[in-house]
């Protein structure tokens, strides 16, 4: 058994010793610099190494989050120990035992549709994931909105990805001084998180800086590179300027968070120029610029280009229902909005009649529900499976289907109702709406079980359930259907994937990134 980590450790990076705080077995180190802040001159420039510091650092907070709307631009009060204001690009870690101790590495990218992000999300602790699967955990802060993903001229393209990159980086040059296996890394992420380990399966500079990866909710969204500068071109214009680095550069990052809001609110009106990314209101994802990013995930990882990685990748039963209750919609989409969706977001000329014959006796809003979910998230997800198997790679498949508590079940099993059972993390607020704190008994258990497959995986690159292949497309559900015991040894039985119909009618249809409409 090992000692419990002192009060307040220290541990020597390559930049220099900081010092954390050990309470209940773990040490946790908050706010250390992975790179240098992305102001003055380097801002909208490729993340540069983070400079050396004399003495020990105190690691006591999280580093302030990139500009970004919702969560606003104050510095949190109160914490000793906060990074300086514009020291964004931060990691924090979470361990067990520092030293030599070899244990695997679970790195968090946090979602928020490429435009918002915070790693001092209180659901994001990784203190009971480190403590019960005895792992190293870490996080970081990268950039999102303008400023991680906007296409640009005289700007490097995808500074957010560019950012994971680096904090990767400095996970092989430096986990092992917290105890983790630099050789066994996983990277796990939800939503854009999901999306930006995707493309990180496709970027050849990531090759070697992770092992495996949990990828929760797979986004659709990966930009041309006409379609990004295009974008960027009717955002800058909101503030009277080109969309050029040099000129973007001289106002505060605010106004720029400030114009991509009123932009998100205009997109519906562009939907002749901008598609389906339109009526999505998504202005920023990774872009296919040729460079950093070569290609779309799933013609690279088809291509064997994540051969090499294993992969855990699933999504929500009910991914958009999220979108619906937070917008006040559930149970108030007619006809014609449904419609809308169907010719939108369904492949095909014929896709729409299909969705409905699958679906004979669906409502208007089912039916919306369906083709945004499967759009957005689901075909995406399952078809980066598809494309991993199919290279040879390896796969396992689940579908997270347990009803969220809260609001009287509403939400159901939405886009991101998983995460805090993934972390056993219920603190109320943004991040966990889906939950009671403390949670009923049956999530607490499911909980147990999705923090034990996903930590199993990080330490040994198996599951407890066979690999999808694309003749079997076995999966894995995970419900609290059956015993609530998390001690169960019961094994969990896979079945065919939950929605073959739709599937079956986006099989034809290549995952293209997207694109302006000529």
């Not at 104050?74 to 990074?83: C, K, N, S």
């Not at 519906?268 to 120029?273: E, F, T």
């Not at 497959?453 to 259907?481: C, I, M, N, Q």
Request: aromatic share 10%.
């Amino acid at each position: 058994m090992s000692t419990p980590p002192p009060a307040f450790p220290v541990v020597r990076t390559a930049q220099g010793a900081v010092r954390g705080v050990g309470s209940a077995g773990i040490a946790s180190f908050r706010g250390i610099p992975y790179a240098r802040p992305p102001v003055g001159p380097l801002r909208f420039a490729a993340p540069a190494a983070a400079l050396p510091w004399d003495g020990v650092r105190e690691a006591f907070a999280f580093g302030p989050a990139a500009p970004q709307p919702f969560l606003g631009m104050d510095l949190p009060a109160g914490e000793p120990g906060m990074a300086a204001e514009h020291e964004w690009l931060t990691v924090n870690v979470w361990t067990p035992e520092t030293g030599p101790a070899g244990l695997p590495v679970m790195v968090w990218f946090y979602g928020g549709g490429y435009l918002a992000g915070d790693s001092s999300v209180p659901t994001f602790d990784g203190a009971r994931l480190a403590r019960e699967g005895r792992v190293v955990v870490v996080s970081f802060n990268y950039r999102v909105g303008v400023e991680g993903f906007a296409q640009i001229d005289g700007a490097v393209a995808n500074r957010g990805l560019l950012d994971q990159l680096a904090a990767l980086r400095w996970v092989q040059q430096n986990i092992t001084a917290f105890g983790g296996d630099p050789q066994r890394v996983t990277a796990f992420g939800q939503s854009a998180g999901a999306g930006s380990i995707a493309a990180l399966l496709a970027m050849p500079d990531a090759s070697g800086l992770f092992r495996r990866a949990v990828l929760q909710s797979v986004p659709r969204l990966y930009f041309s590179s006409a379609l990004a500068r295009d974008i960027a071109s009717e955002l800058a214009a909101l503030v009277w300027l080109p969309a050029d680095a040099d000129a973007l550069r001289a106002l505060p990052p605010h106004q720029l968070v400030e114009a991509a809001g009123q932009l998100t609110s205009r997109m519906p009106k562009h939907a002749d120029r901008w598609g389906a990314v339109a009526d999505a209101a998504m202005p920023f994802a990774p872009v296919v610029d040729g460079e950093v990013l070569p290609q779309d995930p799933w013609t690279a990882v088809a291509a064997g280009s994540a051969r090499e990685v294993e992969l855990l990748i699933g999504h929500t039963r009910d991914e958009y229902r999220l979108y619906l209750v937070a917008g006040g919609l559930l149970g108030r989409i007619g006809a014609e909005q449904a419609g809308h969706a169907l010719r939108t977001f369904v492949p095909g000329p014929d896709g729409p009649a299909a969705y409905r014959a699958a679906h004979p006796s669906a409502e208007p809003g089912t039916l919306l529900e369906l083709a945004c979910s499967d759009w957005l998230f689901r075909m995406p997800t399952v078809r980066l499976a598809e494309a991993q198997a199919a290279a040879g790679g390896s796969a396992h498949l689940f579908e997270y289907a347990h009803t969220a508590g809260e609001l009287g079940g509403a939400f159901g099993a939405c886009h991101g109702s998983e995460v805090p059972l993934v972390f056993g993390s219920y603190t109320a607020g943004v991040a966990n709406p889906f939950h009671a704190n403390p949670p009923a008994p049956a999530t607490e258990a499911l909980g147990v079980r999705l923090r034990r497959a996903w930590t199993g995986f990080a330490s040994t690159g198996s599951a407890d359930w066979p690999h999808y292949t694309p003749e079997s497309r076995l999966t894995r559900v995970f419900d609290t259907a059956g015993s609530t015991d998390p001690g169960s040894t019961e094994t969990p039985q896979a079945v065919a994937y939950p929605h073959e119909a739709a599937r079956a009618i986006w099989a034809e249809h290549p995952m293209d990134p997207l694109d302006l409409r000529r």
